[in-house]
């Protein structure tokens, strides 16, 4: 996979691209990651890239010029021309303004073959580049944050890791929060829980017992389906815990049901 971010602080991501799974996979040749400079593509004496909004406001808006030229010298084409021959390359447009990013959206980017990363600075984005150059616009959450370099380099490592052979463990990405119900078979017999679109069921390790605090006897009891029945039941506990809404977007089935009852009347 091929990844562009086009970027007024190039230096910002010398730390994000050169640690971890990120790092590993450019070494390995799996991911190609070219930061871009968009200053280089502002040609007046002092390199301007932002300007005032037309109809007044407060701060100052990137303009289009260099964003357009910076893309387009890449030779991914037009947004026009990469929907007609369903390319397998998108330009986002990192925006408050954009879909929400998630698991999903990163499953779906990582089957692409190229993707370009635009930052977003200051006030916004001229309007054009969203409407007429990027195929998508995508934010991290619901807050506001100074640019587009932070939710980049996030996209970035959750597409990556989803790369075949990123990670040391590929099943590992298959059971964690937010991913869809897939779970791992080892050695014939189902031993591990998928998320299912919860969020992950808790983990423990050595030594069993650390300040008083004991690691579930189920947990090291050998009992696959005992060991299934508790993280699932975790994980469902935990979701209502902390993200009830998930509840709403997952498919549940009878058990999961009988568990939350459980759940709700041992909290009541």
Same mark, same amino acid.
């Given at each position: 996979?091929?990844?562009?971010?086009v970027?007024i602080?190039?230096?910002?991501?010398?730390?994000?691209?050169d640690?971890?799974?990120?790092?590993r996979? +450019?070494?390995?040749g799996?991911?190609?990651?070219?930061?871009?400079?968009l200053?280089?593509?502002?040609?007046?004496r002092?390199?301007?890239?932002?300007?005032?909004?037309?109809?007044?406001?407060?701060?100052?808006?990137?303009k289009p010029?260099?964003?357009?030229?910076c893309v387009?010298?890449?030779?991914? &084409?037009s +947004?026009?021309?990469?929907?007609a021959?369903s390319?397998?390359?998108?330009?986002?447009?990192?925006?408050?303004?954009g879909?929400q990013f998630?698991?999903?959206v990163?499953?779906e980017?990582?089957?692409?073959?190229?993707?370009?990363?635009i930052c977003g600075r200051?006030?916004?984005v001229d309007?054009?580049v &969203?409407r007429?150059?990027?195929?998508?616009e995508l934010?991290i959450?619901?807050?506001?944050?100074?640019?587009g370099?932070?939710?980049?380099?996030?996209i970035v490592?959750c597409?990556?890791r989803?790369i075949?052979?990123?990670?040391?463990?590929?099943?590992?990405? +298959?059971?964690?929060?937010?991913?869809a119900?897939?779970p791992?078979t080892?050695?014939g017999a189902n031993s591990?829980c998928?998320?299912?679109?919860?969020?992950?069921y808790?983990?423990?390790?050595?030594?069993?017992?650390?300040?008083?605090?004991?690691v579930?006897?189920?947990l090291?009891?050998?009992n696959?389906?005992?060991?299934r029945?508790?993280?699932?039941?975790?994980a469902?506990?935990?979701?209502?815990r902390?993200?009830?809404?998930?509840?709403?977007?997952?498919?549940?089935?009878?058990?999961?049901?009988k568990?939350l009852a459980?759940?709700? &009347?041992?909290?009541n």
């Amino acid at each position: 996979m091929k990844i562009d971010i086009v970027t007024i602080f190039p230096d910002f991501f010398r730390g994000p691209l050169d640690y971890g799974i990120i790092r590993r996979a +450019r070494e390995a040749g799996l991911a190609t990651i070219t930061v871009h400079d968009l200053r280089a593509f502002a040609h007046d004496r002092h390199r301007t890239v932002d300007d005032r909004p037309f109809g007044g406001g407060e701060g100052m808006v990137l303009k289009p010029e260099p964003i357009f030229e910076c893309v387009e010298g890449l030779g991914v &084409g037009s +947004r026009e021309e990469r929907l007609a021959r369903s390319s397998k390359t998108s330009v986002v447009l990192l925006s408050a303004q954009g879909k929400q990013f998630d698991q999903s959206v990163a499953a779906e980017l990582v089957t692409l073959e190229r993707i370009v990363l635009i930052c977003g600075r200051y006030e916004g984005v001229d309007e054009r580049v &969203g409407r007429y150059l990027a195929d998508r616009e995508l934010s991290i959450g619901d807050y506001v944050l100074s640019g587009g370099e932070l939710g980049s380099a996030v996209i970035v490592d959750c597409v990556t890791r989803l790369i075949p052979g990123a990670v040391g463990n590929e099943a590992s990405t +298959r059971q964690e929060s937010f991913t869809a119900n897939q779970p791992v078979t080892v050695e014939g017999a189902n031993s591990t829980c998928g998320s299912g679109g919860l969020l992950d069921y808790p983990h423990y390790t050595r030594p069993a017992e650390f300040r008083g605090m004991a690691v579930p006897e189920v947990l090291a009891s050998g009992n696959h389906d005992e060991i299934r029945r508790w993280r699932r039941r975790s994980a469902l506990e935990k979701t209502l815990r902390n993200r009830p809404d998930l509840l709403q977007e997952t498919a549940l089935s009878d058990e999961d049901k009988k568990l939350l009852a459980q759940n709700q &009347g041992e909290e009541n």
